[in-house]
């Protein structure tokens, strides 16, 4: 068995016949509607994602502008899971119109 193979027999038996394939042109309008299909496929995919449940928390506040005077109760609601943020967001919500502002629970909803 004759075992010196030159460099182009070894690359044959490994990856097989090494001719090029034929060059197609290519035209440049088949790149461009290529890419249009590609954009609007992407675009497509982006509008089916839709959100099925948001998680939603109702936060009760008390408010007044007067100390210890008459006292308003508001409801909040909050796109968060989070406690914290729906507190702090329901606060700072009510401390435009009001300036004593008093938390009184978080539900979820």
């Known amino acids: 068995?004759?075992?010196?193979?030159?460099?182009e027999e070894m690359r044959r038996a490994l990856f097989g016949p090494t001719e090029p394939p034929?060059?197609?042109?290519?035209?440049?309008?088949q790149?461009?509607?290529?890419?249009?299909v590609a954009v609007q496929a992407i675009k497509a995919a982006k509008k089916k994602v839709s959100k099925g449940f948001t998680p939603r928390l109702k936060v009760?506040?008390?408010?007044?502008?007067e100390f210890e005077g008459k006292t308003f109760e508001i409801v909040h609601e909050a796109d968060t899971?989070?406690?914290?943020?729906?507190?702090?967001?329901a606060t700072k919500t009510a401390r435009k119109k009001f300036m004593y502002v008093e938390v009184i629970s978080v539900k979820s909803m």
């Open 60 to 65: 009760t506040l008390r408010v007044s502008n």
């Open 81 to 89: 899971l989070s406690t914290l943020l729906a507190e702090q967001e």
């Open 1 to 7: 068995m004759n075992t010196d193979l030159t460099e």
């Open 22 to 29: 034929a060059p197609t042109p290519k035209s440049h309008q």
């Open 31 to 36: 790149d461009i509607v290529q890419e249009a």
